[in-house]
């Protein structure tokens, strides 16, 4: 018996001792990507730009920070130290060839486990974007909770920009799109998102844009989140704005936060902020004689955020009334615009063949053959209700009539 237990123990040490770092990977011997930029302009020939990490300058910019938040001195940490992340670029005829060919600049092999941002290029995006990405869904480094973004421009401008407030620029893209979302006129997707509605047979993808712009007065570029790119399977074919954006993350019950600016009801010139806290959505397919229509109705909760007017009392009874209904107008118009472009184009983008597939799986199979031409004509009503729940800490401004 204690033999046999000596066999156990003298087993389980021996497995744990030969398997326990098998995969272990050394820093000093990777390239570690933080942020990859695809660019497809010539047939055949596949441009990757890399934005790579220098451990060691990271390690001493966090050191440079630490030291001068203990010594109580001001301005910011690691002023004198270099990037943090150096930028290469290869070509190949698919994208591992070009990821592979990297390895003669890098010096060392690529490490993709920690990326955090894909950005392919407009142009790429038009002639498709599933054979840029197949290679990372099937290695098992990549992330698939990787940022997507379509730049409105060449994808290795955005990888090669620079940032003032993040030393790592794939982290400020990053925060950059954790922050915009709570306007809810910037959609947040990462590539298991786009995987995932690129196997549907019904719904097509949407993918923020990003580009870079000149700041006034400054020859410095900074980055923007600016539209939708909307795509046909995997096909940029046009772009939304912000506020059929809007009307899209409505659809979907994304929409977690933002502003919605009404006019006075009783200042039409003055206009007033009105902020969106919550809201929800409920989209249903109904079959009657045969035709298909869909009902959506959305109820959103919010508080009087700011008014221009200085004379008039917003928070009455019946100026909230108001304010409401003029809301509700504006929620139902961004809606609007957004089904009409996509119905126009064929993109059904709100995932209402998915609803219909649910609820009415015969019919389905006979309107998913042509599905597109079945979306353009689709009949979709809308209905809103729109609450004023808090006017925060002032009752009325200082003009204002208060009987």
Known sequence: MKCRLLFCTLSILAMVAVSGCWNRKELDTLSIVEAIGIDNEKRGSITLTFQILKPGEVKAAAGDQEGTHTSGGGGGGGGGRGKVTFIITSKGRTVFEAARNATFEAERKLFFAHNKVIVIGEATAKSGIVPLIEFMNRDHEF??????????????????????????????????????????????????????????????????????????????????????????????????????????????GDVKGGIIVVKSPKEEPRDVSLEITRASVKVKPEMMNGRLKINVKIKEEGNLGEQMSETVNLTKPDMFKRLEAEKSAVIKDEIGSALAKAQKWGVDIFKFGEAVHRKYPAEWRKLSANWPEEFRKLEVNVQVDAKLRRFGQRTYPDKAEND
Do not use: C, M
């Open 143 to 252: 992330r698939e909770g990787s940022r997507i973004f379509i730049a409105k421009g060449k994808a290795s401008d955005i990888i090669k920009s620079t940032h003032e407030q993040e030393k790592v620029p794939a982290d400020a893209i990053e925060n950059l799109a954790r922050i915009s979302i709570s306007t809810s006129q910037i959609p947040e997707i990462n590539l298991h998102d786009f995987l995932k509605t690129i196997d549907s047979k019904s719904s097509d993808p949407y993918i923020p844009g990003i580009l870079e712009v000149k700041q006034d007065g400054n020859s410095k570029q900074r980055l923007r989140l600016e539209n939708t790119a909307i795509l046909r399977k995997d096909k940029l074919i046009g772009w939304f704005d912000k506020k059929e954006t809007r009307g899209l993350l409505w659809i979907l």
